[in-house]
Structures are given as C-alpha cells and as structure tokens.
C-alpha cells in the first residue's frame, strides 16, 4: 500500500445493461428537478420503458456475441452466464411491473402529508401523483441487477441497498390505506437495516478471516487460513441471515406478508418477482463462489432452514383471509421450495449445473405467475379500493369469469399442476435434488405443495362455488397496460407449461458456465 | 362339420368403402352440432338428425354394392384410418366385410326408417332436438362397434352404444321409474363390459394383438383352456348387452324409454350386438367346445325365459320386450352352434330388426294414440280405429310366430333345424320356445285389436300421421319378404362365408320336416290357445291374480328378487362397510391432519403480531440459531 489508490479499470461495454437503467434512473431525476410536474408523468413513462428495453436488448446482444468469462471492473461484477439470465428475468419482469405502475391510481398524490389530513385531500383533488416513482423503480432495479452479479461483498452490500432503498420508499406510497402503507414502509425499512447490518457484519468477519472481499479470493482461502475458524463461521452465517431475509426464508420471513400487504400492489408485483430473484442470484453466488469450499458446513444449516420455510409459508397461507397476505406466504413456501436447488448442489459440475437450471427456470416461471396474480389483484376493486378480503372475492367466477378463470389459473400454477409453468419448475428443482441425493427434502417439498394446494384451491372454490356477495367488489375494466400484463403472465404461464424446452434450454446454457470466479 | 375358411382381409382405399369412415362420422357430426348447438338448432334439429342417418345408409348401400362388385373371396376389405397405441392396436382401421356390411344396412336402414318416425313421435317434446342427437349418437357408436377391425374400437363403440342406451332410458329423466331404469340398465351393462374388458386383456396377453386378424387368425394356436376362458368372458359381455340370463334384468325396465328407442335400441339393434361379438369372434368359440356349449345353454334358457315373461306382461312394450329377450335366446342359440349357425343367427337378427323395429313402432302408434296408456287390457277393438298400424302390427306378428312363407319363418326354422342337427335336446326346446312365442304374440295382438273396447274414457284413438306410418309400412315389406329372400338357396349363408366360413355341406330347406311341422303345429294351437282366453273370451280390466306360475312369469321370473338377494344386499352391506371404515377410518385421518394443520396455522398465526420489534427479536434469536448450527455442524 502505496497511500494511491489507482483509478480501475472498467469494461464499459459489459456493464452497458445496467449502466443504462442507472444512468435512465439518473435522468428521471433530472426530469422531476426541472420538467413542469404536468408534463413529467409523459417524459418518465417513455424513458423508463426504454432504457429498460434497451437495457435487454444489450443483454442478448452480449449473449449472443459470446458469454464473458471473467469478472468485470477489476474483479468486483461478474458478467456471467447465470448473471445475464438473471438481468435479462429481471428486466422483463420490471418492464412489466411498470406497465402496472403507470396505471392512475396506486400512488399517493402527497406522500409526505399526514394520512386524512387535509393536504393530503388537496393533493387528491389536484390529481397529484407520486412520478418519483419512475425514478425510484429504475434505481431499484438497477440495485437488483447489481446484486446478483457482485463478486465482491462490498459491492454486493451496496447493490443490496441500491436495491433496498428505493424499495422502502415506494412501499410508503400507496393511494389507499396509507397507514398500512407506512408502516409497511416503516417497518421494511427497519428490519432491512437490521438485516442489513447482519451483512456487512459477516462482511467484516470474513475479511477478517480471508483478508479479502473478492469471493473468489474469499473461496481460495477456504482451508488454506488455519485458526480462524470462528470467524469464518460467524462471518458466514451472518451473511447468510442478510441474504435470507431478502429471500424471506424462515425464520426470517416475519416482514413479507406486512410488506406486501401494505405496498402499493405493483410494487409487491415488482418486489416479489424482481427482488426474489435478485436475492436468489445473490445467495447462489456468495454460497458457491466464496464458501463453496465450506459447503458440507452450510448445507445441514440450509436443510433446515428450506423446511422451516416450506413447511412454514404452506401453514401460515392456509389461514390467512386477505388474498396479499396469502400470496406474501405463497412466496415464503415458494422461496423454500427454491432453497431445495440450492441444497441440491453438488460436486460434481453436471449436478451444479442442472440444479442452477433448475432454480433459473423456476425464478423465471414464479415471476411471471407472481407479477399476473399481483396485476389481478388491482382490478378487483370495492369502494375502499383493491378488494384484498378473501370473503369479498366469493362468487367473482361467477360475475367475472374471465379475470376469475386467469386467476385460478395462476392459483393452480403456484399450486404446481401439470401444463402450467409452476409444476415445471418443481419438476426441475425437485429432481435435480433428488439426483443430487436429497431425497428427504423433496418429500418434505411435495407435502408442502399439498398444503399449499389446499388454499390455492380454496379461493378458487371460492371463485366459483361460492354465492357472490350482494355488494361485492367490481372488476375494473382493466386498462391496456393491466391487460397486456395480465395476458403476458397468463401467456408465459401456459407456453412455460406446454412447452417449456426452449426456456429449459436457456437455462441450461445459462448455467453451463456456472459462476465465474 | 368343417368350417370353410374366412378369407384374408385385403387393404382397400378409395370408393365408398374406403370412405365407410363417413357413416361412423356423419351421425357423430349430427350429435355434436345438436348437443353443442343448444336451442339455436331447435327449429332444425330432427330434420339434421334424419339427413345424418339417411346419408349414411347412401354410404353404406354404396359401400354394400362396391363389396359385391369382388369376387367372394376377396370381400374383406380393411380400411386403415390412423396410427394408435404401438404395441396394443398399432393402427386403428375400420373392416368392411359381409358382416360388417349386414349390420351397417341394417342399422342405418331401420336406423333411418325410426329416425323418420321419432319426427311425428316425439313433436309435441320439449327436448326432440336432444333426442335426436342422442339418437344419431347410439347410430354412430353402434356402426363403430360393427366395423372396427380390432377389439379396442369395438369396445368404445360398445360403451358408445352403453352411453346412448343410458340416456334414452333416461330421456323422460323427470320420470323416477326412467331414471332408475337407466341406471339399472348401466349398472347392469357394467358387469357385462368388464367381463369383456377381461376378455380382452386376456387376449392380449394371449395374442400381443386386439386386432381381428392378429387374434382370430391365430386362435388355433391359444390352448383349449384359455380359448374356454376367453370364450366365456366374451360370452359375459354378450349377455350383458344382449340381455341374455343372468344380466338379463335390465331390458323390460329399459322400456322407460321412448318407444322408438325401445324400437331401434332394445329390439333392432343394440341388443343384438352380443350375439354380433359372438359370430365375429367365432374362431375362438369354434375352438373350443366347452364355451359353445354355454353359449347354446344361454340362448336356450333364455328363449324360453324370455318367451314366459312374455305371456304375463299386460304392458304391451314389457310383453314385446320379453319377445325380444326370447328371440335374442334364438340367435345366440344359433351362433353357439358354430358356422353352421351363424348365417342363421345373423338372418334371424336381421329379420327380427324388421319385424320387431314394425311392431314396436305399432305400439308406440297405438299408445300416441291412446294417451301413453301401455296397458293392453286398456286396449281392445283397436283394428277398425288405426286400420295402417293394425296392418303392419300384423305382419309383424305373423314373421314373428314363424307364419308360413313370411320372414321369421324362414329365419326361425333355420336356427331350430341346426339346433336339432347339433343337438336334440336344444332343438325341442327351441320348438316349444315357437309354441309359447304363438301363444303369447297372439295374446299381445287380440288384447290389443280385437275384442270389446276397454278404452279409458279420455281415450279417442285416432290413426297416426303419414311420417308415423310410412316406416310402418317399409318396415312391414322387410317382414314380408326378407326372409325367403336371405334364407331360399342359401343367399345369406353363401354372402356370409367369406367373413365367418360356412359348414361344408349347405343345408337344404325343408319345407316339411318333422320339426319344422312340429313348430307350425305348436304355434298355431299357442295361437288357439290364446284366441280362447283373450280373444273369444272377455279379457278383465285388472288382471286376475293368477296361478303361482303366471305370478312366476309376472315377476320376470323372479330375476330382480334374485339380484337383490345375491348382489344389491350384500353390494349395500359392502358400500356401508365402505362408508364406515371411510368415515371413521379414512376421513378420521385426513380430517385430523387436516384439523391440526389449519390449528397449527391459527396457532403460529399469533407470532405474526405486527409489531416491529418482536420481528427483529425473531431475526434476532433466528440469526443466533443460524451461527449456533454453523457452530455444531462445523465442529461434528
């Protein structure tokens, strides 16, 4: 150490994807500082969709053009296989969360006044909305992309709070319930921290033990640093708690179904397809690059954990009433059902390779359900607006049979039944665990998916065997945005589950090259 | 006797047999455009139904005169449609022989013929439309059944022709008794089925084939004890659908149903497929004794069960349905018998189409007229008010009785005179089955025609309309002359060998023989018999209790007392059984999982308390376990 620090160098063209949805979120902030607020709702819509798209245009561009093989900016992103298809995922999904976001109506006019207060009225009536949205969507989704490409702890601690922040704050602006909102805000925003400190906590740990905060230095070091043992232990399993929380994994999941309750439903849209992933990608990549050498210590740690979470989210769901907070559970049992390919990694790069497939595709077929059932969601209105009582949606398959025939669709999805994209995403995650000798887990996975049934076929029954309600909710006449969500999830639902080869194939290709180190 | 050979099936593509696909699929069309259509197909729908049927009799009349266009020995014609399960039935195609054909002109014919006849029958019916769908559904399934060349078609023909059966029973569903009818009827078709079913398997596992020519033309290679035991599961499914004893119950409550169906179904077509699966499948039977001589026992017994029933019925529809029962005795009588039989047997069941699809459409003629009555001691001096129907229903009755030189008699005294060749003991039974069949058509045609007026006082009898008594009177010319035609100089018999062989020495008719004597004889004191006690004689409005036999023969010969006793009782024992070991057993377990896990959940449910701070702690002592099992794990 010299006292200079020399200026890195920074391969510009494999980060183009996500420099320009930064660079995109940068703009919307100009945009909100200078363009009149009637106009900037017109400016931000076109940007962000844009540079979005733009964004993953890039992205096949570099697939096509040839894989990197090594990290980028000096060691510190890894532009890799699984990476690309994770932004690519990532970006689909967000382009088609802000198709939900622009529709009028999610966001407050005034988010800082006082709930029922009378600012708060005026702002109504001005017709103001929230068009920091835009901005905030973009950070958050660069943050996402970020994450699961960082090879180094500090940069994955700072895409998992570029991801975070902007997170916080569009959970706060919902235009109904605005307490509920804040203090879902109030809330996601103290346990991330919480969870957040965990992290860089371990962060110190481990360097402390490596000297080093490149994972792949950190995997090096694994068995040559003798001693240190507690740190290494300490280090990891702290790490581990910051990324399962964003996972929502138990017993870490406390914060999901609030959050999602409270958040303006696009936003839980965005969070629980965009984020789900993104932490998803991340925890593959610190547990097999950095402590990949330590995997026959952390794996039992993991066994439990993806039961307590299956196992947890399947009953907990089953007696929730309001349809957010059973779909929040969904995504814990979800999220354990993942865990199980995570478990299923072996040592052999075969087996690596068709268990991260398998979690690829499942990330893939779960968003897009999850971001359809979420766009459903905000249709079903009463005069209170979104109908999130179970109770209210009785009988909808009868008024509107249409939505109510998608949704079950989706239910049966995340139920996992044959010909949608959910039983897929089982089937491949779950053999490649069996293959890779965790046997006990799956079994464990199948009675949980029988659980989760239940409820997933409850609101179906509900739907569509049950008398309508005299003053039920109405179905809005969705917008063209809505629509086209909904029918994309719906679309990507089937296709992915009639003929779901091409994606495998993605997958598999995607995962061929494993992490880079 | 020696069998002459069936002849090899020839591929055949082009023509009207190469399009026979078109008859199984234009009544099916038919029944998916009335089904799916709903009421915008009201206006229209009984006339859609007639074409279908119509247009698929021109096929086969066309198919029938391309196939006689071959020599005889090249008359088996396969017909492959589509490529199926590899292994079971690689290709599915269709077999158009002799046989085939027969049944294709019969069902499509007097198919047709009844089609135009529920016009006038059923037009004051709310639901004629989905009649007439049902009914080009029944055409379709049973043409399917006739000319699959493998056992796996047939046998979804058969159940096509099970489902059809089923809701034509039911049609009048708001009825109790028509609901139930159909139901037994089903139920009872099911035991049958699954006889055949294993009938199947077993010949799978036998042949590794279900095709005609995979299995048939092998069948000497089977050991006698599995062609016995293939034979007799066939024999299971035949009484099943033919209602042949002991699954015999359900065809007098069958009657439920409309009259055309009981015309077309349960008289002229679908009950005759048993006796269909026995000729088709004659090289298993041929190869084994044991299976033939049960089969001969089963047509004997029932011919005469049959005929009994018939002579205490005062529901005309139930009387003609004991009939039927009893002249489907005679038909499986004859293809038990072997090749010398089955023209017979075949004829026999053609003929019967006519004369009994005639008289069963008389009495549904009669009850339109007379306000649905069915009970014939409501009847009496009809003649002179439906001259037409009266007519026809005469025909009808004199082929049935064997009457000199109509259809029935040609028929009928084929099967007797093999039957007595085969064996004595079945041929006498079979001539007193003739006496008795005298006796109680006579008794059903003087109740009905003749005698004092016994009407109800709503009754104003009245002829029916032209599109009612038009297929009467076709009907009554195939009674007429069918016969003499198919039987004199052996035509039928000769048409038939290349499908099912014939015997070596054609039998000569014998116009005198002492059996065939013996029958007229028989008949005409049965008839005499009759004319005294229902015709000279005042016939009672109620019917008189009866000696124990007519109380025997009242009561189908206690045949549903004996399947209550043997099945439905122990069936319901079995299925409370079932319910309680379900209930308290099944249910008690799943209940109970069920109930703690929706506990459990309302239990954990009180962690989530909202509030920020016991999350974190949750996090808290989470993250202290999580670095605990690093610990523990890391140290093992």
């Not at chain 1, 200078?34 to 993953?56: C, D, E, G």
């Not at chain 1, 994606?503 to 180190?517: K, T």
């Not at chain 2, 029958?121 to 493998?150: E, I, S």
């Not at chain 2, 014939?502 to 004889?521: I, Q, W």
Request: hydrophobic letters at 55%; charged letters at 10%; proline letters at 4%.
């Amino acid at each position: 150490m010299n006292g200079t620090i020399p200026a890195p160098t920074i391969e510009y063209g494999m980060l183009a994807p996500m420099l320009v949805v930064f660079g995109a979120a940068i703009v919307g902030v100009l945009v909100e500082a200078f363009a009149p607020r009637y106009l900037r709702s017109a400016i931000h819509l076109p940007i962000t969709l844009l540079s979005l798209l733009i964004s993953f245009v890039l992205i096949v561009w570099q697939w096509v053009e040839g894989v990197p093989t090594k990290a980028a900016a000096m060691g510190a992103i890894a532009v890799d296989g699984p990476a690309m298809f994770i932004w690519g995922t990532i970006l689909v999904l967000a382009f088609v969360s802000v198709l939900l976001i622009k529709d009028e109506g999610h966001f407050v006019g005034a988010a800082a006044a006082v709930p029922g207060s009378a600012e708060e009225e005026q702002a109504l009536y001005e017709g103001a909305a929230h068009t920091e949205v835009y901005p905030l969507v973009l950070f958050a989704v660069g943050g996402m992309m970020l994450f699961p490409a960082a090879n180094d702890l500090l940069i994955a601690f700072v895409g998992l709070e570029v991801m975070s922040l902007p997170l916080y704050l569009l959970c706060g602006l919902a235009r109904r319930r605005r307490l509920l909102s804040q203090e879902a805000a109030m809330k996601y925003f103290l346990l991330g921290a919480f969870s957040s400190a965990f992290f860089l906590y371990g962060t110190a740990m481990i360097y402390g033990y490596a000297n080093s905060l490149d994972l792949a230095e950190i995997g090096a070091s694994l068995g040559v640093v003798g001693g240190q043992d507690m740190l290494l232990y300490i280090g990891g399993a702290m790490i581990g708690v910051g990324l399962l929380f964003k996972i929502g994994a138990a017993p870490f999941q406390a914060w999901k179904p609030d959050v999602y309750q409270g958040a303006p439903t696009p936003i839980t849209a965005l969070m629980a397809s965009g984020t789900l992933i993104a932490a998803f990608g991340a925890l593959l990549r610190v547990f097999w690059v950095a402590l990949g050498g330590l995997d026959w210590n952390w794996r039992p740690v993991f066994y439990g954990v993806a039961i307590l979470t299956m196992l947890g989210g399947a009953i907990f769901a089953i007696t929730q009433t309001d349809i957010k907070r059973m779909l929040a559970y969904s995504s814990i049992a979800h999220g354990g059902f993942l865990l199980i390919g995570v478990i299923a990694t072996g040592s052999a790069p075969a087996q690596n390779t068709s268990a991260l497939s398998g979690i690829l595709f499942y990330l893939v077929a779960y968003g897009f359900t999850t971001v359809g059932a979420f766009a459903v969601v905000t249709m079903v209105r009463d005069a209170g607006g979104e109908a999130w009582h179970l109770s209210r949606w009785a009988g909808l398959g009868k008024r509107s049979p249409l939505l109510a025939g998608v949704f079950a669709f989706f239910l049966l999805a995340f139920a996992g039944i044959p010909l949608t994209s959910g039983f897929f995403g089982k089937y491949a995650v779950f053999q490649a665990a069996v293959t890779g000798g965790a046997l006990p887990l799956v079994i464990v996975g199948a009675v949980a998916s029988a659980v989760a049934a239940f409820f997933y076929v409850r609101v179906i029954v509900l739907m569509f065997f049950s008398d309508p309600a005299a003053d039920g909710p109405s179905v809005v006449l969705p917008s063209r945005g809505t629509a086209a969500v909904v029918g994309l999830a719906a679309l990507a639902t089937v296709v992915l589950g009639v003929f779901p080869q091409p994606v495998l194939d993605l997958a598999h290709s995607a995962a061929q090259s494993l992490f880079v180190r | 006797m020696e069998a002459a050979e069936i002849a090899s099936i020839t591929q055949h593509s082009g023509g009207a047999i190469g399009a026979a696909w078109l008859m199984i699929a234009l009544p099916l069309v038919g029944a998916a455009v009335l089904l799916l259509g709903g009421r915008r197909t009201d206006k229209f729908g009984h006339l859609l139904g007639v074409l279908m049927a119509v247009a698929s009799f021109v096929v086969a009349a066309l198919a029938f005169v391309q196939l006689l266009g071959f020599a005889p020995g090249e008359r088996r014609r396969g017909v492959s449609l589509f490529e199926f399960i590899p292994g079971l039935v690689d290709k599915v195609g269709l077999l158009v022989d002799p046989l085939s054909i027969s049944f294709c002109l019969l069902i499509t014919g007097v198919g047709s013929l009844i089609h135009v006849y529920s016009i006038g029958y059923m037009a004051h019916d709310p639901n004629r439309r989905r009649f007439f769908a049902y009914l080009n559904l029944f055409v379709a399934a049973m043409l399917l059944l006739v000319l699959a060349d493998n056992y796996l078609a047939l046998f979804v023909g058969w159940e096509g022709v099970g489902l059809a059966s089923y809701l034509l029973i039911g049609f009048w569903q708001h009825k109790p008794s028509a609901a139930t009818a159909a139901k037994k009827a089903f139920i009872v078709n099911r035991v049958g089925d699954v006889g055949l079913l294993i009938a199947m398997f077993t010949i799978f596992a036998t042949f590794h084939s279900l095709t005609f020519s995979g299995v048939l033309d092998r069948a000497g290679d089977a050991s006698q004890g599995t062609l016995t035991a293939i034979g007799l599961l066939l024999l299971v499914g035949a009484c099943g659908k033919s209602a042949q004893l002991p699954l015999q119950s359900w065809l007098l409550d069958a009657m439920e149903g409309p009259t055309p169906v009981s015309a077309l179904i349960h008289a002229a077509t679908m009950v005759t497929a048993g006796v269909y699966l026995i000729v088709r499948s004659g090289p298993i039977f041929e190869g084994t004794g044991t299976a033939q001589l049960v089969v001969t026992i089963v047509g004997v017994a029932t011919l005469l069960a049959g005929a009994i029933i018939g002579t205490a019925k005062d529901d005309i529809k139930k009387a003609l349905a004991g009939s039927t029962m009893s002249q489907i005795g005679y038909m499986v009588l004859a293809a038990g018998v072997g090749p010398a039989g089955y023209a017979f047997a075949i004829a026999h069941l053609i003929t019967h189409g006519f004369f009994k699809a005639d008289m069963f459409l008389g009495a549904g003629s009669v009850m339109h007229a007379m306000n649905d009555e069915v009970d014939m001691r409501k009847y009496g001096g009809l003649r002179k008010v439906m001259p037409i129907t009266f007519a026809t229903f005469l025909v009808g009755y004199l082929a049935i009785i064997g009457f000199p030189l109509l259809s029935g008699y040609f028929t009928k005294d084929g099967i007797i005179e093999t039957a007595m060749e085969h064996s004595a003991v079945l041929g006498w039974l079979a001539v007193l089955g003739a006496g008795i069949t005298g006796f109680y058509m006579s008794r059903l045609v003087f109740m009905t025609f003749f005698g004092k007026k016994r009407w109800d006082a709503k009754a104003h009898p009245h002829e029916s309309p032209a599109v009612m008594t038009v297929p009467l009177l076709l009907l009554s010319i195939g009674s007429i002359a069918l016969g003499a035609y198919l039987i004199l100089g052996n035509r039928f018999m000769i048409f038939l060998s290349p499908a099912v062989g014939a015997p070596e020495h054609l039998p000569e008719f014998h116009p005198f023989s002492a059996p065939g004597l013996a029958t007229l004889a028989l008949v005409a004191i049965g008839a005499a018999f009759a004319w005294l006690r229902y015709g000279a004689a005042e016939v009672p409005a109620t019917a008189p209790r009866g000696s124990f036999l007519t109380t025997f023969a009242r009561r189908d010969l206690y045949g549903d007392a004996l399947n209550e006793a043997l099945f439905m009782r122990p069936g319901q024992w079995l299925t409370r059984l079932a319910v309680f070991f379900d209930n308290r057993g099944v249910d008690g377990l799943v209940n109970g999982l069920a109930a703690s896990i929706g506990g459990s959940s309302g239990r954990l449910r009180r962690v989530q308390t909202g509030f920020v701070r016991s999350y974190a702690l949750s996090i808290f002592v989470g993250a202290a376990v999580l670095v605990g099992a690093w610990f523990v794990v890391g140290n093992l």
